[in-house]
């Protein structure tokens, strides 16, 4: 079993910020990827942020948070942080943590959500 628990969450006026926090624990052989992303009410759910697991640690950003937000990770933890900058009214959604993880007993990597966190950004 593998749990994906976000925190971070609130209510922030334009201008300000928040810092999400998004931690994977159970029967975790291997984490190959993380990130972020958000679903605004009547919207699709789009991608925020990413970041691979290992050495490079790359990371891939929303064209609308770049420069604004900035994803990092804790291998070690198997945590993964936001931190939002500059918030606009329009970075207002559920924000979900998504982890690609192979466990002890699968060969393959799944993918596992987390509950999501509401940010809610104020005009």
């Known amino acids: 079993q593998v749990q994906v628990v976000e925190s971070g969450g609130g209510l922030v006026q334009a201008g300000g910020s928040l810092r999400l926090s998004c931690a994977a624990s159970g029967s975790i052989f291997s984490v190959n990827a993380m990130g972020w992303y958000r679903q605004a009410p009547g919207k699709q759910r789009e991608l925020v942020a990413v970041v691979t697991s290992g050495g490079s640690g790359s990371t891939n950003y929303a064209d609308s948070v770049k420069g604004r937000f900035t994803i990092s990770n804790d291998n070690a933890k198997n945590t993964v942080y936001l931190q939002m900058n500059s918030l606009k009214p329009e970075d207002t959604a559920v924000y979900y943590c998504?982890?690609?993880?192979?466990?002890?007993?699968?060969?393959?990597?799944?993918?596992?959500w987390g509950q999501g966190t509401q940010v809610t950004v104020s005009s």
């Open positions: 998504k982890a690609v993880i192979r466990t002890q007993v699968d060969i393959f990597f799944k993918a596992y």
